[in-house]
């Protein structure tokens, strides 16, 4: 069973960086593609990035592209999103995840991950 904590989040003015952290324990996640998704408040959830077990494949949710990035160290079974030029709509819950998708088009689908963090709030001030 893989136990995932999220660590990083805060409060940041619109146009400044945070940087989030999600350490894999009881379970490697070496072997799990890794994902982040995140919930505002009355919101769906909503996928933000994911990478492959090898961080070979990366996808990135049109609304962060240029504006984030998702990394991973299999060897720390920790992965990374840093965000940058953060807008006030960035504001939300952010949930790490580990799951096994079968193919490119599943990577951003929330219901392809089994495991999930508890979440780190994100507050992006106007």
């Known amino acids: 069973q893989v136990q995932l904590v999220e660590s990083g989040g805060g409060l940041v003015q619109a146009g400044g960086s945070l940087g989030l952290s999600c350490a894999g324990s009881?379970?490697?996640?070496?072997?799990?593609?890794m994902g982040w998704f995140r919930q505002a408040p009355g919101k769906e959830r909503e996928s933000v990035a994911a990478i492959s077990w090898s961080g070979a494949f990366i996808y990135y949710d049109d609304s962060v592209k240029g504006r984030f990035t998702i990394s991973r160290d299999n060897a720390k079974s920790t992965i990374y999103l840093q965000m940058n030029s953060l807008k006030p709509e960035d504001t939300a819950v952010y949930y790490c995840a580990a799951g096994q998708p079968d193919r490119g088009s599943h990577y951003l689908d929330s219901s392809k991950y089994d495991f999930w963090g508890q979440g780190t709030q994100v507050t992006v001030s106007s």
């Open positions: 009881g379970g490697t996640i070496n072997r799990y593609a």
